[in-house]
């Protein structure tokens, strides 16, 4: 879950490879490098760090260059250096090589070439892997009609067993960029007379529109003016090139202090490009059109089984009890990590959905595969157009959020959770829900955008309570049914941006030990709508009291009787209870981030993370 970037063309290169490194940085930022290709060779240049200190060590450009590959890394093998930074270079040292994924086999490849001569500056599998192009390319013959380059990076490719997005490029041949993915995502960006590659389509936006994302075993060739695409085994390719719908402005930081505090404020817009289209006054329900299934056979579905990692597992929790509760299907979310080594006896008509902002998660893609093997239907509900799991999906829903920057997911939760009540709006209005349930789901959702702007408009207050918490060591959050998921959420942007020790429960389990945690220093967010369990939310708020533990409590407006119980207030609108959780997490989203900017963390690349989880 590295970011790889790669350019060909009439332009100076570095400052378009140093660029886009910035766009891609939040794949990974503890190392970085780039190789550029001059008349006088390869010249390569990393550092363990950031970017910014990259940039400041590549500095004034000594022979000009117009072709380039680059990196920055999430290390998997070999701590964050310098020497274990990308790119790496093969026995000769005139191919260079950058690398996203993790070769399961690096460690006998590495074995048999030491075995023939072959030696190794770095703890890296992605060296073992330069060395080993390096040594089809210097095997082959050497009148191989301009082909030895893609020839030996396919003939290496079939030694090698994991996953790869890979650049690489050889001083004998200057003006070509080979790319190939298997497993990790790898775009081909087509501009006036230049060609890219790049990891994700977003660090293209200030170069091109045009795109094409290729597929896994494809091998990618490009030059100043024209590109090739041909498979791992075979020739040509079919491939298609698409246009990216979203502006350059949309990947920009504008005037925001970080890309985490304008996704938050982008939500309003979030849910209503979640729900365009889609609501249908007039039968009181919603259309889904890209799930690919007939009304019969949205009928016919028997259990819903949602997978997803993180903030996607947390809004499919969410998901699942919205369509038992509402809209009588069965339904459940596993873990995908977790869910792609069970051996789970399923009825027939059971539909998976696959949850992933960035369609690219390894385990939630596996866990599909697996499912897709046994024979189910596994559908995708994501937000990047293109990637993997959107496109081996049986269908799906896009998400239409926008690019999502910052590593801690926000508004990718509301928009998954805005879907799934648009599914169970749908999959109810053919059960049992009536069209009066139906009008007033699709009201609440018309009130949504105003409502997230009244919570927005609260930001100081929650700021000042975040300040007021931020020293804690440690954070309870605490809520029921389908507020539960949403403590869950909560206490994952705490941990991942403030590194406060931050956990959520159902609140009803606080009795069964959780409170043994509970201390004068040890505040606790309880999430108390006014709703049919408000009474047993005020129970658990007492509890907590009695033990001196301070709370937080998120209330519904015009709820009179928690100001009595509460230390310190956050009230949000009321709206339907399978929306609420939309709103309830809104200002838990701030909390946490105004948590860690009172503690000076890194909010938008906090420690040891990266936005896309592309290893297993
Ligand atoms: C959430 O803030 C994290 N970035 C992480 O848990 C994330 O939700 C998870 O890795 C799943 O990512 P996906 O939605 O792109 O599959």
Redesign the pocket.
């Given at each position: 879950m590295c970011g790889i970037i790669a350019y060909v063309g009439r332009r100076e290169v570095r400052p378009i490879l140093l660029d886009g490194l910035g766009r891609l940085e939040y794949r990974g930022y503890d190392s970085a490098g780039i190789a550029v290709l001059t008349d006088s060779g390869l010249e390569v240049q990393k550092k363990a760090g950031r970017i910014a200190d990259l940039s400041r060590h590549v500095g004034k450009p000594k022979k000009p260059s117009h072709q380039g590959i680059s990196h920055t890394r999430w290390a998997t093998h070999g701590e964050p250096s310098d020497v274990n930074a990308h790119p790496h270079l093969d026995r000769s040292g005139k191919l260079a090589l950058v690398h996203n994924g993790v070769i399961e086999n690096y460690q006998p490849l590495k074995r048999a070439l030491t075995e023939q001569g072959h030696t190794f500056h770095s703890a890296t599998d992605t060296e073992v892997l330069a060395h080993l192009i390096g040594k089809h390319y210097a095997e082959a013959p050497a009148s191989s009609n301009g082909r030895r380059l893609i020839d030996a990076v396919r003939s290496a490719l079939h030694d090698v067993k994991g996953t790869y997005g890979i650049a690489v490029m050889h001083e004998d041949y200057p003006g070509v960029i080979i790319g190939a993915r298997r497993g990790s995502p790898l775009v081909l960006g087509i501009g006036e007379g230049e060609m890219f590659l790049s990891s994700d389509a977003t660090a293209l936006l200030p170069y091109t529109q045009k795109v094409v994302y290729l597929k896994d075993f494809d091998v990618a060739e490009i030059k100043a003016g024209q590109f090739a695409v041909e498979t791992l085994t075979s020739g040509d390719t079919d491939y298609e090139i698409k246009e990216l719908d979203f502006a350059p402005e949309a990947a920009e930081r504008g005037d925001y202090e970080h890309f985490m505090l304008k996704e938050i404020h982008e939500q309003p817009h979030t849910i209503e490009n979640a729900v365009r289209g889609r609501l249908n006054q007039e039968e009181a329900s919603a259309q889904l059109g890209g799930l690919n299934m007939t009304p019969a056979q949205l009928r016919d579905i028997e259990r819903v089984v949602v997978l997803?990692?993180?903030?996607?597992?947390h809004a499919g929790m969410i998901g699942a009890h919205m369509l038992e509760n509402e809209a009588c299907v069965a339904a459940e979310a596993d873990f995908a990590s977790e869910f792609r080594f069970k051996n789970r006896p399923l009825q027939r008509n059971t539909v998976f959905f696959a949850?992933?902002?960035?369609?690219?998660?390894a385990d939630?893609l596996g866990a599909m595969r697996e499912a897709r093997r046994k024979g189910f239907r596994a559908l995708g509900i994501c937000?990047n157009v293109g990637s993997t799991i959107a496109r081996e999906s049986d269908g799906g829903v896009y998400m239409h959020a926008g690019p999502e920057i910052g590593?801690?997911?926000?508004k990718?939760f509301v928009s998954q959770v805005a879907i799934f009540g648009l599914l169970t709006l749908c999959l109810g209005r053919m059960r049992y829900m009536s069209a009066s349930t139906g009008r007033e789901i699709i009201q609440a959702y018309e009130k949504l955008p105003n409502q997230i702007n009244r919570i927005l408009e609260q930001e100081a207050a929650i700021a000042a309570i975040a300040q007021k918490y931020s020293s804690a060591k440690s954070m309870l959050f605490l809520g029921r049914q389908y507020n539960y998921p949403v403590a869950l959420e909560a206490a994952?942007?705490m941990k991942?941006i403030s590194y406060i020790h931050a956990a959520g429960f159902p609140a009803a389990e606080l009795k069964h030990g959780v409170i043994a945690l509970i201390d004068s220093q040890t505040p606790s967010v309880c999430i108390c709508p006014e709703d049919s369990l408000h009474e047993k939310n005020i129970s658990t708020i007492q509890e907590v009291k009695a033990r001196k533990g301070p709370v937080i409590a998120v209330a519904t407006e015009g709820d009179t009787e928690i100001k009595h119980h509460a230390d310190d207030l956050i009230f949000v609108p009321r709206t339907v209870e399978m929306l609420q959780p939309i709103l309830n997490i809104l200002p838990l989203q701030l909390l946490a981030y105004h948590a860690a900017v009172a503690l000076g963390r890194d909010v938008d690349k906090p420690r040891n993370?990266a936005?896309?989880?592309t290893v297993e």
């Open positions: 997803g990692c993180g903030t996607a597992l949850v992933s902002q960035s369609g690219e998660t939630t937000n590593v801690a997911a926000t990718s994952l942007k991942e993370l936005k896309s989880v």
